[in-house]
């Protein structure tokens, strides 16, 4: 859908378009839709690694001994199928869905009350919402590159027993946040060409341009975008 409507609403701008093409092919379509398949084969391969350096399978064990090691390492795998795993997602978390129940502007200091609208709520896998959210947080923003801002989310969802956000689910998280990106600015350009006098319409796309034109930025530095 979000390929039918680059080449339907963007087709005047013939060097734009292209590289939204180009963007969403490597950096999506490449990775989503996320599978049982895939699934496996992640977790496949983290418990792989789940083996001491004598060969021996971790799980296996006495865990009453001193095994320091192995026990952080099943805590990783536990903590990574939690994110391979499908729940009921909310699909549209951003600012204008959340209510705050202290907000202090000096520090920057936010604490949520509640989320609202759950009309896009579904069943499936909740590295979605992850990457979803991600893609909202990323507009608005001045300072902070696309990297820094999709790390801080993550960073949000760091375990006590995990040293790290799974880097199994990076890729997935990047892939969905561009995809979210790209699917809300086709949108918004398919209402500019459907609405072209409403000035509103227009004025919410900006946003959508700028943080798809970092994602071209951050995909041309890369080295992949630039043919």
Known sequence: MVADKIE????????????LQKLLADRVANVLPLTAEKVEKELGRASSSLYDEHGGAVDEVDYEQDNTHGTTRTKELQFLSRFFRKQWVHTDLNDTNILFRAIDLHTKCFEYGAVLDFGDSCFDYCLYDIGITA??????????????????????????GATQ????????VYAVAVGRTLLSLTCACEQIFLQPDNEYVAHTAQPLKDVAG???TEFVCSGKGSH
């Open 8 to 19: 339907k609403f963007l087709r005047n701008d013939e060097p734009e378009r292209k590289k």
């Open 165 to 172: 956000f799974p880097k199994e689910c990076l890729q997935y």
């Open 214 to 216: 970092k994602h071209l």
């Open 135 to 160: 893609a909202y947080a990323c507009m608005y923003q001045e300072t902070l590159s696309i990297a820094e801002i999709i790390a801080n989310i993550c960073y949000g969802y760091f375990h006590q």
